[in-house]
């Protein structure tokens, strides 16, 4: 069972589920955790290998649809049946996956700085990487591609949380994400049937140069998918922009997809339905 944390157990309240991405942990929710506990009751969980949840060693099937049951698992033990998923980063991959296999246990799903596809500069990052694992520090690498990611001095801050996080992880758990991150583009496409009928939410960073174009082109026949360009963020789209980023989303989960209030100048909203 994954290591999670509660925030909230009030019967009259929905549950929001936080996912974090690769070296992540509860702690980059905290402006969400503030914001949204008075409205729901959140859950952040931490996914296999970090902070004391399981070893993604301890497991022969390692992969986004084992991290996706895991998280599934999670609503099992405290009882909830369906919850709202807001995932950041590779966390919105697992959310993805979630939608997949289980979308009838999701209410609605905020999808920040989310990855659909791994474009041919991450993937050719990624072999290089996979090249020099067995040589050199996984932090090396980690920090690379956190600079590569989030490279201006507007993301620092987001850049040097993730960064400070990851260090906490053990080099065997990090490399087990590594190894499946080229398989994102199927958390995508296997969901788009499934979970059409899910409201979805999908939040990026203007300055989310990796992927943001891909993400724009990749839900624009979604059904039920709204956009949100947040000015002035990076990748990690809710720390760059807390206020932005909770405003939009709780407004989202609240209405249940329906549309959100007008954006403000720190946003370009383009909705896809």
Not at 73 to 83: E, R, T
Not at 177 to 203: C, N, Q
């Amino acid at each position: 069972m994954l290591e999670y944390k509660i925030f909230g157990n009030d019967p009259n309240k929905e549950y929001v589920f936080l996912i974090h991405g690769i070296g992540g942990s509860a702690n980059i929710f905290f402006p969400q955790i503030k914001s949204y506990r008075s409205h729901f009751n959140v859950v952040a969980v931490h996914l296999r290998g970090h902070k004391k949840s399981p070893s993604v060693l301890d497991v022969d099937d390692f992969s986004f649809k084992r991290a996706a049951r895991d998280v599934v698992d999670v609503l099992d033990d405290i009882g909830v049946n369906k919850a709202h998923m807001v995932g950041i980063s590779l966390g919105a991959v697992v959310t993805h996956q979630i939608l997949a296999i289980a979308p009838h246990r999701v209410e609605t799903a905020v999808l920040g700085g989310v990855i659909t596809k791994i474009t041919p500069l991450p993937k050719l990052l990624l072999l290089i990487g996979s090249m020099a694992k067995n040589f050199v520090p996984h932090m090396w690498l980690y920090t690379i591609f956190a600079h590569i990611l989030m490279p201006r001095r507007n993301h620092r801050e987001s850049r040097n949380s993730f960064i400070k996080e990851a260090a906490q992880m053990k080099r065997n758990e990090f490399l087990g994400w590594y190894d499946i991150a080229p398989t994102v583009r199927g958390t995508f496409t296997e969901a788009a049937g499934p979970s059409a009928h899910v409201p979805k939410l999908y939040m990026m960073g203007e300055g989310d140069h990796m992927f943001i174009d891909h993400v724009l082109e990749d839900i624009s026949g979604l059904p039920h998918a709204d956009f949100i360009e947040v000015k002035g963020s990076g990748h990690v789209v809710n720390l760059d922009a807390p206020h932005t980023f909770n405003q939009y989303s709780l407004s989202f989960m609240k209405s249940k997809g329906a549309e959100t209030e007008a954006p403000d100048q720190e946003t370009d909203r383009r909705l896809r339905s």
